[in-house]
């Protein structure tokens, strides 16, 4: 939360309990909220890096995470990026029906994974491929869906992972659902919903922090501001200063961070977890980051934003900032970097390779895991399917 105080100085200037002396209805309430300052945001995005990769005065509120943590922090970041290429050039050779890259968000993606433990559950958007691939999945089962095979390529219980979400903010109900049955149980799991600027307009965001705020339920609301909604910018999305102060009005403290400074992303992260962790409550964090490339390959990102945008963002490359940073430290060096690009090329060779096996699915199991027990329509058509699949293998027989 750092030094709470108010983006241009005296905007609010009347407290929640002012306005409640000033109502004789209200003065009969007696229990006063925290202050809604307490509440808010840095005036400024946390940054604990530059942009050139020199350090910036440490934060006693945000300790710098270890140095192999951060060593770890850049490897998974690199692998994170080649697995991002790789994927792309498999929506060119046909093997993907599409893929969002997050190219040039690999901070956010893959800070925000190491910030949790495996126990604690994620709650993705199709955005988050690379986070999930961080996590430690399979990466050709993270892009099951994607490819068309299967709603979901990875046992979400297994992986504590919940399936990649195209319908937005609704992993955000699911989260605070799952968080608040964790705390029931007396499980101290937190649940991290990852979601994106544009789809904090929709309604199951509002109501998902709503219901973990009422029920102090532990969740970590990560809000990657990448500046675009497909070709809808951010300046036709939100009037407010920040994203961030979206949690204000629920009642959850919130913090802003460079999304393209790693070492901010998991320090940040790190504490938001805690705090989700200690039974505080949800926490919001927003980070400001940037989309390289277009919404999905099927999208031309030249006809709504100008080149010289993407150019001066190109310039804050967190992968880049990262290595600057770590090398200066004698955290990394050549011999290392050498290393690790090596470990890139054969974990995409190997995709590459398992990418290129045909899938064999059985059509019919399109009916399972619809519900716990299947109705009897779905019973229907699923009889429907079989009988057609058999008419229609009898009949290459016959030919
Ligand atoms: C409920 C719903 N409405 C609309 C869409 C279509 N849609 C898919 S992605 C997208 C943009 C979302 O932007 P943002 O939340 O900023 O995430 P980003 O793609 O930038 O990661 C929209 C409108 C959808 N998938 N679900
Ligand atoms: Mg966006």
Redesign the pocket.
């Known amino acids: 939360m750092g030094s709470p105080h108010v983006p241009g100085g005296s905007a609010v200037t009347t407290t929640p309990q002012a306005v409640r002396r000033a109502s004789p209805r209200a003065r009969r309430t007696v229990t006063p909220p925290d202050p809604a300052r307490s509440l808010l945001p840095d005036a400024e995005p946390v940054r604990l890096l530059a942009e050139n990769g020199t350090p910036l005065p440490a934060r006693a509120d945000y300790p710098e995470p270890p140095a192999e943590v951060l060593r770890e922090l850049y490897r998974r970041m690199v692998l994170g990026r080649r697995f991002d290429t790789q994927a792309t050039a498999l929506t060119k050779q046909g093997r993907l029906a599409v893929y969002?890259s997050?190219r040039g968000q690999e901070a956010c993606q893959v800070g925000a994974v190491l910030a949790v433990r495996d126990t604690d559950w994620v709650f993705p958007?199709?955005?988050e491929s690379m986070a999930l691939v961080a996590r430690g999945i399979d990466p050709v089962e993270v892009l099951t869906l994607l490819r068309g095979d299967w709603h979901c390529g990875y046992d979400p219980t297994e992986v504590h992972t919940a399936p990649q979400c195209?319908?937005?903010?609704?992993q955000c109900v699911h989260a605070a659902g799952l968080a608040h049955g964790e705390a029931y149980q007396g499980r101290d799991t937190v649940a991290l919903a990852f979601?994106?600027?544009?789809?904090?307009s929709?309604g199951d965001f509002h109501e998902g922090i709503n219901f973990a705020a009422v029920f102090r339920a532990p969740v970590v609301f990560f809000v990657?501001?990448?500046k675009?909604?497909?070709s809808?910018p951010l300046s036709r999305?939100t009037a407010a200063p920040s994203l961030a102060y979206k949690g204000v009005g629920y009642g959850v403290p919130s913090e802003q961070v460079d999304g393209n400074d790693p070492v901010a992303v998991l320090a940040v992260l790190t504490r938001a977890v805690a705090h989700a962790r200690a039974g505080k409550g949800p926490f919001l964090v927003e980070a400001h980051t940037y989309?390289m490339e277009p919404?999905t390959n099927a999208d031309d990102a030249t006809r709504y934003r100008d080149g010289a945008e993407v150019d001066a963002w190109r310039d804050r490359d967190p992968v880049a900032r990262l290595e600057t940073y770590l090398r200066a430290r004698g955290v990394l060096d050549d011999a290392a970097i050498a290393e690790i690009t090596e470990q890139a090329e054969a974990y995409a060779a190997d995709l590459r390779t398992r990418m290129n096996e045909q899938p064999t699915v059985d059509p019919l199991s399109l009916f399972d895991h619809v519900y716990a027990e299947p109705t009897p329509q779905l019973i229907e058509q699923r009889e429907q399917v079989r009988a057609e699949l058999a008419a229609a293998h009898a009949e290459e027989g016959d030919a």
């Open positions: 969002p997050s958007t199709y955005r195209t319908p937005l903010a609704t979601i994106g600027d544009g789809a904090t929709e990657q501001n990448n675009y909604a497909i809808v999305q989309r919404h």
